[in-house]
C-alpha cells in the first residue's frame, strides 16, 4: 500500500528564517498531496495543498513543490515567524471510488525561535 | 459554510468498558466521512471511512466500529476498551473536492 514518508522529524529555525519540510511516497497514482498544521491539542488544520497536474503552489509565505517522477513534494515556509510553530504533516492520496483515502507522514515539529 | 462537531470533547474511561464518540457535519449533503486516532506525539492512524449512509470501510482490524445512521452522523463504538485505545480520535469530511477537514477531535484516557 501507499506510504509516506516524512522529514526532518523535528526542526528548529530562527524567526525570519527559511522552513522546509520534504515528504516521499510510494504510489506513483496518487494524484493530491495536503500540508495540514497541527498546534499543541488541537485539530489539524490544512494550509496548503497541490493536485498532480501542477508543480508548484504559493500562498503568501508557505509554498508546495511537487516532483511526480521523483515522488517527492515538499512545503516551504518563508520568513518564518514565533506563530508557525507547530507539527506540520503531509498526506498523499489518490482519489477512488468517489473518496479521498489519506495517507500521512509522521509529522514534523518545528520550532521558531524569536 | 460547513461545520463539523465532536463529542464529547475529552473522556476517561475503565478498561473494559464501552464506548461511544459522535461526529456529525452541518452545511453539507451526502460527505465522505472519516474516523482517525492519534497516539500521543504520533501521527494520523485512518481507521474508517463512510461515502453513505450504513456504508461503512474499515481500514486496520481493531478493538472498534462505526456506524452511520444518518447522512451527517458518523460513530465510533467500541464494547469493551482496551488501554492501547487511549488517543485522540479526529473525525473528519470531505465533499466533492479533494480537501479533508476535520473537527475538534475527542481525547480519550483508558484507565
Known amino acids: 500500500g501507499e506510504n509516506v514518508e516524512q522529514h526532518p522529524s523535528t526542526l528548529s529555525v530562527q524567526e525570519g528564517d527559511s522552513a522546509v519540510i520534504k515528504c516521499t511516497y510510494s504510489?506513483?497514482?496518487?494524484?493530491?498531496f495536503p500540508w495540514y498544521k497541527q498546534e499543541l491539542g488541537k485539530r489539524p488544520q490544512l494550509i496548503i495543498d497541490?493536485?498532480?497536474?501542477?508543480g508548484e503552489k504559493k500562498d503568501q509565505r508557505i509554498a508546495v513543490t511537487l516532483n511526480k517522477t521523483a515522488k517527492h513534494f515538499s512545503l516551504h515556509i518563508t520568513e518564518t515567524q514565533p506563530e508557525d510553530s507547530a507539527v506540520y504533516f503531509c498526506?498523499?492520496?489518490?482519489?477512488?471510488?468517489?473518496?479521498?483515502?489519506?495517507?500521512f507522514g509522521a509529522g514534523t515539529r518545528l520550532a521558531v525561535h524569536p | 459554510s460547513q461545520t463539523i462537531h465532536q463529542w464529547p470533547a475529552t473522556l476517561v474511561q475503565p478498561v473494559g468498558s464501552p464506548l461511544s464518540l459522535e461526529c456529525t457535519v452541518e452545511?453539507?449533503?451526502?460527505?465522505?466521512l472519516y474516523w482517525y486516532r492519534q497516539a500521543a506525539g504520533r501521527g494520523l492512524q485512518l481507521l474508517f471511512y463512510?461515502?453513505?449512509?450504513?456504508?461503512i470501510s474499515s481500514e486496520v482490524p481493531q478493538n472498534l466500529s462505526a456506524s452511520r445512521p444518518q447522512d451527517r452522523q458518523f460513530i465510533l463504538s467500541s464494547k469493551k476498551l482496551l488501554l492501547s485505545d487511549s488517543g485522540f480520535y479526529l473525525c473528519?469530511?470531505?465533499?466533492?473536492?479533494?480537501?479533508?477537514?476535520f473537527g475538534p477531535g475527542t481525547r480519550l484516557t483508558v484507565t
Open positions: 497541490i493536485r498532480s497536474n501542477v
Open positions: 498526506a498523499a492520496s489518490k482519489i477512488t471510488g468517489g473518496y479521498n483515502k489519506l495517507i
Open positions: 452545511g453539507t449533503s451526502n460527505p465522505n
Open positions: 473528519a469530511w470531505s465533499g466533492q473536492g479533494y480537501e479533508q477537514y
Open positions: 463512510s461515502v453513505g449512509i450504513g456504508q
Open positions: 504510489d506513483s497514482a496518487s494524484n493530491y
